[in-house]
Structures are given as structure tokens and as C-alpha cells.
């Protein structure tokens, strides 16, 4: 092992000048001696350095290399008492030592000469085109070129490269735009992953340095970086998966945080500027997959580091929306198309059982999503912002995140209609942290149904939000479903004072918002009911709510209006419970909407909107499934008595003194092939395949079989569903 | 330090009608907005503002949107650097072709080389670059000092200032403030000369008399004479 640096002089013809560092008691290449070296034609010479972390202080010694005799050979033409130096940054600095090289032995160049070499091909074209000499123009045009070669060069040529640029570092302020303008284009366009460590620390020290210039580099400079955080466009799957990839993409992606990081605290206000660059970079849904993935993941890494605090909630902002521009061009049409007899949401299988719960649940593959592209790279994004949630977590922010996740699920998500999996980044953020941001987003969503100044779409979509919320996350105790219930249902009893007595019409159009929170009241009830009634003190909560006198409103009537098949499901399950104190008096209907729910939904159908049904993407399942209950793991208030009447709890013994045979039994009659397509959430499901489907021994699956995040039918849906009932209906027969 | 200013300002803020039942909210993040950016009306960077809303009656604005004329009375600390401003800073980065001030935490500065004068010169001390005065062995500048410098230039745009480092009353401010008279001209600059200080180095005698352990300005002028006409 050496302990040396041998410089070496090449020829007098190209002046190449050679260090060959062994670090003191480490090397850092075994095969070729130390690293490398450089120049320009003009006695450039260039130093070949160490990587940052190697010791910083080495012992050298000088010698000769001829290079047309073989690159092999070093002849040490002068051994020079070993000295110690020192150089504080990349590459060897010579200067303020007592041993600058260029003095020890004419002929040889110091890193001083070498980028005052630099400074002197500058300033010589700092002059109108015309009046630049042509050796002047050919030192520049071949700087122009070291600076990026534009293709894969060798160690020497990146050394070369590395020199250069440090060089240019230093010269900063005497670059111009319109002398200088090819030479600053090549700066910029450098793509970072194409030279090892000391080119890509040389080439971001430059880019930091830049971005220091008044009024001049500031916006470009920003932009390389943002630009690094997406992979080279040679790469292609499936080397991008390679371990060395992988590698070189957490490396790149560490400098160019810390670029960033040091810009920031050179320029403090580049944050400003860096937020109207990564709304303009971001890239366009149309893209590769893994660019997508690649430069989102950048871009949120950049949120957790020191200037993510500076980018207040612009990055999440934009990654939400490109989510949903993802989200809305994933067609439910083409679903149906691909597995027609399927429908668009078989869920919630009725084989699904409790011992099994993973292994029936279709995703993506299933549901003919895996040939969308969108839904692809949807899911591939979803991955990432929810890695990104994790860390996040992780590292104790999420709450800071949340609260920007929140601004903005107010400004984006909740104002779209259709989108369908976007939403579940909320749900995530909710799962990591129930106590604050599970119920932050309940109170939320609760605030902006009550509050007057919405307007009544985006109440509407709010209570659908929080009824699918409340129903589907398990994470949430009972004890804040009960104290939401009691808002809501205090909310719609004040309503119903309101109501003028003179009115005796239906309007569903006219009272939508209201419409909207009872059957919201409803639909949670159907998912935990059984919950809330498990536990004494909720359930006299909620036995104490005016329930009742909101659903039987001599005008109003909420369970005409509503969703029969959400009002079927709730009463059977509410007098199994004894919730009303006088039987309910209602003509069930076990269709899946009416003309009234159909009104009052209006042309968004605001009421068959469940956007936290069961999540169809396949690889960002696994975030979404721990925390999410299904419709056949609920347990409802009537099925105690079919698959728990051992269990002696305090709720089961207050109902049994009902009795068995007052309550209906679901029927597991596996041959029994209506049944099992009713517990297929297929959507929509027409009445008439059950023709006795009128009373409460009907086995109803109501909720499960509501189409969520369901945009207006269109004729094309009818064509479809006509051919699946005709198909059906042969079976049956 | 110069550059900072009180303004009074009568402003009339377009309030959106469906802010009207937070007009006071509106008026704040209206204001806000104006925060870090240059205006020219006001003539520079407004870095803070307190306002006062004397009435509670507002125009409304005839049209298609019927906006509210909030009439309101600011007092606005504005940042506006001229050139030849004194203004100070805290270096953050220090190199061998500049020196990068950040100024009252927002704006950045660049000093390059030849607005640097001559008495400065970089070295390398303990690992980190420096400048350091060759006339005053303690003035030295480097990262995390606070310094004073003159204003060359100021980007309206992105609140860059582009800063000069010639003028005598120029450079660290703790050895200023110790060093320097009102006008900031140095009390002795002129006795001092890079010879003496090399010889006095050598002969290791430079250690109190121009320090920060001199009682009084005067007793250093003697020290300083003394010390020349012995030699």
C-alpha cells in the first residue's frame, strides 16, 4: 500500500499532468493507483482526488510518467521528501501550503495555474463573437465539451470533467450569459447519474456556486437539480430495478437534497422560487411509470429534508394532483367491459369468512384494472406517497403532513367527484395516527356538513366522505362514531324543526344536504350499530338520539328518499336492536335506488357516492386492507343469533329475549345462486332477480352493494347491465 | 444598520363577497401576500405590517363580483437598500472569489474579489477559509461572523444584494465596534502598516496593545506610536 502521491508530467505536447494519490492507510482503488488527473491543451493540469470521506490528510511524493510509453509506468523522477498536506475540499488544494507543486519543479502546474487557466479561456471570449480570436474560440469550444460530453466517457475524460468544473467554480462570477451561453446550456443540462462521485460533487458545487450569482443562475440551477430527481431517459426496465440503480438513486438523490439544502441557506428566499419550478417540472401523467415513481419519490424525499419546512405544502399538492389526474382518466367503463359478469365491485364475497379473510378479496388482477396503464402508475404512486406517509410517521411529522394533506383534501379531493382511490392517502394518514389525525379528519369532514358557508355540493360530498369513513375504518373507536352520530343527527333534528309545516311535498332536490346526513346516519349505523350497542354507555347515547322522529318527519320522510337499499339494511338492523321505540311502518324495497334518491343525488348521483369502498389496487393494498372493514367481517346486530349465540355478552343476552325465529336467518344455502350473487357487491343489482325481496328475511348485503365513487350511468352502463340481467336471469331459470 | 424603514400606508383592501364574514382574516392574508416581495408603491421589501381597521363600513364595489373596499391604515417596516448603504450580515459562505452574506435572515448577498479591498486577503486558518486583514491582525472575517458592508446593487426580483467591501468603515462588526470611530474611519489605521505588524509577529510583542483588552482608544494611539518610532 502507498503512501504517496506521485505526479506525474505526461508529455510537453499535451501537458498532462498526473496525481496519483495513495491516501495514508487507505487506498482508495485497488486496481489503478490512487484516482486521477486531467487537462486542457493549454497546461491545464488537474488533480485527481480523493472521495470525501477518505482522511484528509496525505503523504505524497512526485514523479514522472511518460505517456506515450505505456500509462502503466511511473517513474519517480524526483522523490521529494514526504510532506504532509492538507486539502479541505474536493480535489487536491495546494494553496496557503508550503508546498505548492508548481513550485517544487518547473514544468509542473498547481491547481492555481490550472483553473487560472480556466479564468483566462473565459475572460478570452468575453467579447462580441467577431472580435474573439480563433485560439481563443477553440480553447472554449473544447471546455464547452469536457464540461458535458453529452455521452458516457472514461475515468480520465471525468476527471478531466471534474478539474473543469471546479475550476469553473471558481470563476463564477465572471460567467455571462450572453458570452457564455453554450457553456452555462451544458452546465445545465448535465444529468448528474452518468459520473461517479467526484465529477457529481464538482458538478453540484458548481450548480451551488451559481445559484449564489445575482439575479442570474438562480432559476436554472434550481431547475438541474429538480431535473436530477428523474432518472436518466436511457434507462429502461428492467435495469432500473438493478441493485446498482437503485444504488446510484439514493446517492444522486442524497447530493442533490444537499445541494439544495446549501442553496437554501446560501439564497433563503430559493425556496420561493424552487415552489413555482416543481409545479412547472412536475411531470405529466402520460409518462413512464417508473419516471413517475422516481421523480415523486424525489420530490416528497425533498419534503422531509431541511427545505421541505420552506416548501410549506406545494410538493404534496402537486403529487395529489397528479394522483388524481391519474385517478379520473381510470374508466369504470372499461371495467365492466373486461369482466361483465363480474361487476365493477365484487368485493365483498358472500365466501368470504373470517378464517379467510385475505383470500377472496379481488384487486386489481381481478377486475380487468391490470390492463389499464393509468391504474398501473396510479398504483405504483400510491405506493410511494404512502412509503412517504410512513417515514413520515416514522420520524414523528406526520402530523405536520397531515394538516397540509388536509388543506389540501379540502382544496382538491373533496371538490372532485370521481375520483376513487386518491382519497385512501387520507384514510392512510388516518390509520398511522387514529388519536389526532383519525379524528381531526372526522371532526373535519363533520365541520364542513354543519357549516352554512359550503355550499351544498361540498356538504354532501363531505357527509358521503365521512359515512364511508366512519363505516369502513377500523381504526376509529365506536366512542367517536357515537359522538359524530349525535352532531349529525342533532344537526337533522334541528332541520326538521326548521322544516315549514305548511310544505307537505317531497322535494329531494330542494332538502338534499338533509337527505344526504340521514342517510349518511344510516349507512354508519348499518356498519356499527353493533359496535355502538356493544358498549352500554354508547348505546344509550344513541338510544337517546331523536332518530326516530327525524325518519318518520311527516313531510320530510328521509326513508323514502333515501337509498332503499341503505333503509332496508338499517331498519332490520335497528329493530333488531330495538332503536325506535314503535315499529317502523315502511314499504321495504329492496332496489337499489328510487326516483327520490336519484333526485336528491342529483346529476353527480351524490347519493350512491361511497368513496371509501373496498380499494381495487393491487400492490398499495397492503397499506389500505389492516385498517379497512369489509361488509362481510361486520358484524351486525342481527347476526348474532346466526353465528354468535354461544357468546355471552351483556348486548346478545338483552337480544335474545327476542328471540330466534322473530329474526331473520341469512340463508346459506349454497345452491342457492341468487343468494350468492346478492352478496357479490355487484353493482347495480335490479330487484326483480329477487322477486321476494320485500321483507326482512330477504338476506340483504345493502352496503356492500352500492357502486362508490359512481359517476352518472350512462346509456352504456344500461346496455350493460341489461346483458348482465339477461344473463342472470337464463342462469336462474 | 441603514435600508429599514417605518411606513405609514392608507390602503383599501378588495375583500371577496364570500369572505365578507371574515373581512379582518381576509385583510391579513391580503397583506400577507405582500410579505418578502419588492413593491414599488411602497418602495421596498415589506417585512412586516400592523393594521388597523378605523371603520366598520366598506364600499361595495359595483360589478360583476361585488367586492368590499375594506379602507384600512398599515404601518409597514419596509427593506429598502439603496447603493452606498451600510447594511450588515451574517456570512455564510466564504470563498477564495467571494464572500455570501445573508441579510436579516432573508435576503442574500454576494461580495465578490474586487469589491473586496486589498487589505483583505484569504487564507486558510485551522481548515476554513478567511479574510483577514493584513492591517489589523484580529479583523477577520469568516463563516458565521456578522459583517457590515456597502450596498453596490439590489435585485428587486429575488431580493438579492450585491455588496462591496471597499469603503474603510467596512467589515467584521465586533471588530468595528471596538476598532472603529463614529464614522467608522479606523483610529490608528493609518500608523499601521503590514511591516511592522510582520516584525512585531516575529518578535511575538503584538498581543494587547490593539486588541480588545486596550481600555481607551488612546492609550493604543501611544502604543502604535511608540512602537513606530522605536523602530
Known amino acids: 500500500m502507498y503512501n504517496q502521491l506521485i505526479l506525474l508530467r505526461v508529455s510537453k505536447s499535451s501537458h498532462r499532468v498526473i496525481y496519483l494519490i495513495r491516501l495514508k492507510g487507505v487506498c482508495t482503488q485497488s486496481s489503478a493507483p490512487g484516482t486521477l488527473i486531467t487537462l486542457l491543451p493549454s497546461r491545464l493540469l488537474v488533480v485527481a482526488a480523493a472521495s470525501s470521506s477518505a482522511p484528509r490528510r496525505v503523504r505524497f511524493a512526485c514523479g514522472i510518467h511518460d505517456h506515450r510509453r505505456g500509462a502503466e509506468r511511473y517513474a519517480p523522477a524526483r522523490s521529494l521528501p514526504e510532506q504532509e498536506l492538507r486539502y479541505p475540499t474536493m480535489g487536491v488544494e495546494l494553496q496557503g501550503y508550503d508546498f505548492p507543486v508548481g513550485v517544487v519543479e518547473d514544468g509542473y502546474l498547481s491547481d492555481s495555474e490550472a483553473f487560472a487557466s480556466v479564468i483566462n479561456v473565459i475572460n478570452g471570449v468575453r467579447m462580441a463573437p467577431s472580435l474573439v480570436p480563433q485560439s481563443n474560440k477553440e480553447q472554449y469550444d473544447y471546455l464547452v465539451t469536457v464540461v458535458n460530453p453529452g455521452k458516457r466517457i472514461g475515468q480520465d475524460d471525468e476527471a478531466l470533467m471534474a478539474t473543469a468544473l471546479k475550476a469553473l467554480s471558481r470563476a463564477v462570477f465572471r460567467l455571462d450569459a450572453v458570452y457564455h451561453g453554450s457553456l452555462l446550456n451544458n452546465i445545465f443540462m448535465s444529468s448528474i447519474w452518468d459520473y461517479g462521485l467526484d465529477a457529481r460533487n464538482a458538478l453540484l458545487e458548481l450548480i451551488t456556486t451559481l445559484a449564489t450569482v445575482p439575479d442570474k443562475f438562480l432559476d436554472n440551477c434550481l431547475y438541474t437539480l429538480l431535473h436530477n430527481l428523474r432518472p436518466p431517459s436511457r434507462l429502461k426496465a428492467p435495469f432500473n430495478q438493478s441493485k446498482r440503480w437503485l444504488m446510484r438513486k439514493e446517492e444522486v438523490r442524497r447530493e442533490v437534497y444537499l445541494a439544495l439544502n446549501c442553496i437554501n441557506t446560501l439564497v433563503p428566499l430559493a425556496p420561493a422560487r424552487l415552489k413555482i419550478l416543481i409545479e412547472k417540472c412536475m411531470p405529466r401523467f402520460t409518462e413512464d411509470k417508473y419516471v413517475l415513481m422516481t421523480y415523486v419519490e424525489g420530490i416528497l424525499g425533498l419534503e422531509r429534508n431541511e427545505i421541505g419546512k420552506f416548501l410549506g405544502s406545494t410538493v404534496l399538492a402537486r403529487v395529489v394532483d397528479l394522483l388524481i389526474d391519474l385517478d379520473v382518466n381510470i374508466p369504470w367503463e372499461d371495467i365492466l367491459q373486461e369482466e361483465p359478469n363480474k361487476g365493477i365491485f365484487a368485493i365483498e364475497l358472500g ?383 | 444598520m441603514e435600508g429599514l424603514k417605518v411606513a405609514e400606508a392608507d390602503l383599501v383592501v378588495y375583500v371577496h363577497p364570500s369572505k365578507s364574514n371574515q373581512v379582518r382574516r381576509a385583510v391579513l392574508r391580503q397583506l400577507s401576500s405582500l410579505l418578502f416581495t419588492h413593491d414599488e408603491i411602497f418602495d421596498g421589501v415589506v417585512l412586516a405590517y400592523e393594521v388597523n381597521i378605523p371603520s366598520k363600513r366598506a364600499k361595495v364595489i359595483s360589478g360583476l363580483i361585488p367586492y368590499i373596499g375594506v379602507k384600512i391604515k398599515a404601518n409597514l417596516l419596509l427593506f429598502s437598500p439603496k447603493p452606498s448603504m451600510l447594511i450588515g450580515g451574517k456570512v455564510v459562505k466564504l470563498g477564495k472569489e467571494s464572500i455570501h452574506v445573508v441579510v436579516l435572515g432573508f435576503s442574500s448577498a454576494a461580495i465578490m474579489l474586487e469589491d473586496i479591498r486589498e487589505e483583505f486577503k484569504y487564507k486558510i486558518k485551522h481548515g476554513e477559509g478567511v479574510f483577514a486583514s493584513s492591517s489589523h491582525k484580529r479583523h477577520v472575517i469568516k463563516a458565521g461572523s456578522m459583517i457590515r458592508f456597502q450596498v453596490k446593487s439590489f435585485d428587486e426580483e429575488i431580493l438579492h444584494i450585491s455588496g462591496s467591501l471597499l469603503p474603510s468603515n467596512t467589515g467584521c462588526i465586533q471588530w468595528l465596534s471596538k476598532h472603529g470611530t463614529e464614522d467608522g474611519s479606523y483610529a490608528d489605521s493609518s500608523l499601521k502598516t503590514s511591516d511592522i505588524q510582520r516584525e512585531m509577529q516575529e518578535e511575538g510583542t503584538l498581543n494587547t496593545t490593539t486588541g480588545d483588552k486596550s481600555p481607551n482608544k488612546t492609550q493604543k494611539h501611544k502604543s502604535k506610536k511608540r512602537t513606530r518610532g522605536d523602530r
Open chain 1, 351 to 733: 365466501e368470504c369468512n373470517e378464517d379467510d379473510e385475505y383470500t377472496t378479496i379481488p384487486n386489481m388482477d381481478t377486475l380487468g384494472l391490470v390492463k389499464n396503464t393509468f391504474a398501473d402508475k396510479l398504483d405504483g404512486l400510491m405506493v410511494v406517497a404512502c412509503e412517504h406517509l410512513k417515514s413520515c410517521s416514522e420520524s414523528g411529522h406526520l402530523l405536520e403532513v397531515f394538516e397540509r394533506l388536509s388543506e389540501i383534501f379540502q382544496r382538491a379531493m373533496l371538490k372532485l367527484h370521481k375520483s376513487k382511490f386518491t382519497q385512501f392517502l387520507m384514510f392512510y394518514a388516518c390509520s398511522l395516527d387514529p388519536d389526532t389525525c383519525g379524528l381531526k379528519f372526522a371532526i373535519m369532514l363533520t365541520d364542513i356538513f354543519i357549516s352554512k358557508d359550503e355550499d351544498p355540493d361540498s356538504r354532501m360530498k363531505a357527509i358521503a366522505y365521512l359515512a364511508s369513513y366512519l363505516a369502513r375504518a377500523k381504526f376509529i373507536p365506536s366512542s367517536l362514531v357515537a359522538s359524530i352520530l349525535k352532531r349529525l343527527v342533532d344537526w337533522c333534528f334541528e332541520y326538521c324543526q326548521l322544516q315549514d309545516s305548511w310544505v307537505n311535498k317531497i322535494s329531494p332536490q330542494a332538502d338534499r344536504v338533509f337527505y344526504s346526513g340521514c342517510q349518511a346516519v344510516m349507512y354508519i349505523l348499518c356498519f356499527r350499530l353493533r359496535s355502538i350497542c356493544d358498549v352500554p354507555q354508547l348505546k344509550q347515547l344513541l338510544f337517546h338520539l331523536p332518530v326516530d322522529s327525524i325518519l318518520h318527519h311527516p313531510v320530510l320522510d328521509p326513508l323514502k328518499v333515501c337509498l332503499p337499499l341503505i333503509v332496508q339494511e338499517f331498519l332490520r338492523q335497528a329493530q333488531t336492536a330495538r332503536l325506535f321505540k314503535k315499529p317502523m311502518a315502511h314499504s321495504y324495497d329492496n332496489s337499489l335506488e328510487s326516483e327520490f334518491s336519484k333526485a336528491f343525488g342529483g346529476i353527480q348521483r351524490l347519493d350512491m357516492f361511497f368513496p371509501f369502498d373496498p380499494y381495487l389496487l393491487k400492490e398499495s393494498d397492503r397499506f389500505m386492507r389492516p385498517n379497512f372493514e369489509f361488509w362481510d367481517m361486520v358484524k351486525t346486530t342481527y347476526s348474532d343469533y346466526d353465528s354468535s349465540e354461544g357468546e355471552d355478552s351483556e348486548g346478545e343476552d338483552e337480544l335474545k329475549d327476542l328471540g330466534p325465529s322473530n329474526f331473520p336467518k341469512d340463508n346459506d344455502d349454497e345452491d342457492d345462486l341468487d343468494l350468492k350473487i346478492d352478496k357479490m357487491s355487484i353493482t347495480p343489482n335490479p330487484s326483480f332477480l329477487h322477486q321476494i325481496a320485500t321483507n326482512f328475511d330477504q338476506s340483504s348485503q345493502m352496503p356492500a352493494r352500492i357502486r362508490p365513487s359512481q359517476s352518472p350511468p350512462s346509456p352504456r352502463h344500461g346496455f350493460l347491465y341489461t346483458k348482465k340481467e339477461e344473463r342472470l336471469d337464463d342462469q336462474k331459470i
